[in-house]
């Protein structure tokens, strides 16, 4: 695989969980538009995301629940004992038209992406990242848990050890669920402490293979490049993976309504370049949170300019500024209510720099002394 390729699909075109919901925003496809706009995209570089089939999602999702949304999506409406027992038809996954084929989707593409890579390269699935779900229960937006896919697609196309990154704002339940324990597999997260879903406590090791760090509210650029630096980057080099999944949720920086993050969309781009620049046969780009249609449209795109080595423009030009000007944002926060101007006109936010806190410095550290964090993984 000689460029990197993109996973996108038109099923997230006008595809919403509903006017209230927090996923009522356009994402993936604004990706797709800005990065057609700036000539990023030919068709060479892009495939449809296929949709993957129950069978194909019997590898972690159970038959049970995997029959169920196919029926909630048939019916548009479920039982009690369905919403009580697999989390479906509630105010965080509700049901809506697309219910089983967008989450599908999603997996389908995450599924092909990890046989395609074993052959080595890098892929951009801006859908993915879905790793609230469960085996046998939606949680968190997400009906299917598309990370966990993409690792076990990995391991059986040949990756031997297998390195997840998360910078979601939100820590990566399901996803520890799923892979905590297995020496093969690292995992490693940065999120919001005191957040939804409550877990990945500094302490909580998942069994000696997970890296948990919850970070305070305001996390700026240069916290989060001594992350970088002093912990992920270490820890990767010393468990040399030869697969690395990185979930770049957009959610933690500033404009976004779900987190009380800082970070600009810079931060998120130099993880995404030191990560390439280790030189894993094996990189996979995933999407995630992110429900600022603006902030998270322009981070992604951002995200497949660095996987490419494509300069960033000052100034974007009238086709992509049309892209961004057509966004709507209904019922936005008050805060957002008057976007400002460089939404519109720039892919790149200034930086938000500012000083390591203590408490940051020391949880750094204190993970940083962990056998995991040198690749020692007990079996």
């Known amino acids: 695989m000689s460029k990197p390729l993109f996973f996108g699909s038109e099923i997230y075109r006008g595809s919403s969980y509903g006017a209230w919901h927090p996923l009522r925003v356009p994402r993936v496809s604004t990706v797709m538009d800005l990065s057609r706009a700036l000539g990023w995209l030919p068709p060479a570089q892009y495939r449809t995301s296929p949709r993957a089939k129950a069978q194909a999602l019997s590898i972690w999702h ?204 810079n931060a998120h781009w130099a993880i995404v370049a030191a990560l390439m620049a280790l030189g894993c046969p094996r990189l996979m780009v995933l999407g995630g949170g992110g429900y600022n249609p603006w902030s998270v449209g322009r981070l992604w795109t951002g995200v497949w300019a660095t996987l490419n080595g494509y300069a960033i423009p000052d100034h974007l030009p009238e086709a992509a500024q049309a892209v961004l000007r057509g966004l709507a944002w209904e019922k936005p926060p008050q805060a957002w209510r008057a976007p400002p101007a460089h939404w519109f006109t720039t892919l790149r936010d200034a930086p938000r720099p500012g000083p390591i806190r203590a408490e940051v410095a020391e949880r750094i550290a204190t993970l940083a002394s962990r056998p995991a964090a040198s690749g020692k993984i007990p079996e």
């Not at 629940?65 to 409406?77: G, N």
């Open 62 to 265: 159970t038959a049970e629940y995997t029959e169920a949304l196919v029926r909630a999506e048939a019916d548009q409406s479920v039982s009690d004992a369905v919403r009580a027992r697999h989390g479906l038809g509630t105010v965080a996954n509700p049901v809506f038209p697309e219910m089983f084929r967008r989450p599908a989707t999603a997996a389908g593409a995450a599924l092909l992406s990890g046989a395609l890579l074993g052959a080595g390269g890098v892929i951009y699935h801006p859908g993915g990242g879905t790793h609230h779900g469960f085996p046998d229960r939606a949680g968190g937006f997400c009906y299917l848990n598309d990370p966990v896919l993409a690792i076990l697609s990995l391991r059986a196309a040949g990756a031997a050890r297998i390195a997840y990154v998360d910078i979601d704002a939100h820590h990566c339940d399901g996803v520890e669920h799923g892979l905590a324990g297995d020496p093969q597999t690292l995992l490693i997260s940065v999120h919001e402490e005191r957040r939804w879903p409550f877990t990945g406590a500094l302490g909580d090791d998942g069994g000696g293979n997970c890296l948990n760090l919850p970070v305070p509210r305001g996390l700026n650029d240069t916290e989060m490049a001594a992350i970088r630096d002093r912990l992920i980057l270490p820890a990767l080099t010393g468990f040399a993976p030869d697969a690395i999944v990185l979930q770049c949720g957009a959610d933690a920086v500033s404009e976004d309504p779900l987190s009380r993050l800082t970070l600009s969309n």
